[in-house]
Nanobody
Framework: QVKLVESGGGSVQSGGSLRLSCVAPEYTYSSYCMGWFRQAPGKEREGVALIASDGSTRYADSVKGRFTISLDNAKNTLYLQMNSLKPEDTAMYYC????????????????WGQGTQVTVSS
């Protein structure tokens, strides 16, 4: 069992920025693929950004150039820096972890946090 705790959500105007944080057990980052996902009302959960244990990253096309995923191993924290936010970014954001990146990105498994709400107004 991997416990994930997200924070940092909130309300912001279009064009603004937010940084989400996800705290996980120390051992997670060396052996798990970590990622951020989101789910808007009435829509399926989708992948936003992923970071593998080797540091390689993957982003959804809709957030490339605006969002950045990163790890601070000293703080056992995963981040998602979100810039140039748009109303369509409004969703509940979840932190996820799985030993296999492909399985995590495809939502076929993984451990999940409780989510943090991001609301972007126009």
């Amino acid at each position: 069992q991997v416990k994930l705790v997200e924070s940092g959500g909130g309300s912001v105007q279009s064009g603004g920025s937010l940084r989400l944080s996800c705290v996980a057990p120390e051992y997670t980052y060396s052996s798990y693929c970590m990622g951020w996902f989101r789910q808007a009302p009435g829509k399926e959960r989708e992948g936003v950004a992923l970071i593998a244990s080797d540091g390689s990253t993957r982003y959804a096309d809709s957030v490339k150039g605006r969002f950045t995923i990163s790890l601070d191993n000293a703080k056992n924290t995963l981040y998602l820096q979100m810039n140039s936010l748009k109303p369509e970014d409004t969703a509940m954001y979840y932190c996820g972890a799985d030993r296999a990146c492909s399985r995590l990105w495809d939502l076929r498994g993984g451990y999940w946090g409780q989510g943090t709400q991001v609301t972007v107004s126009s």
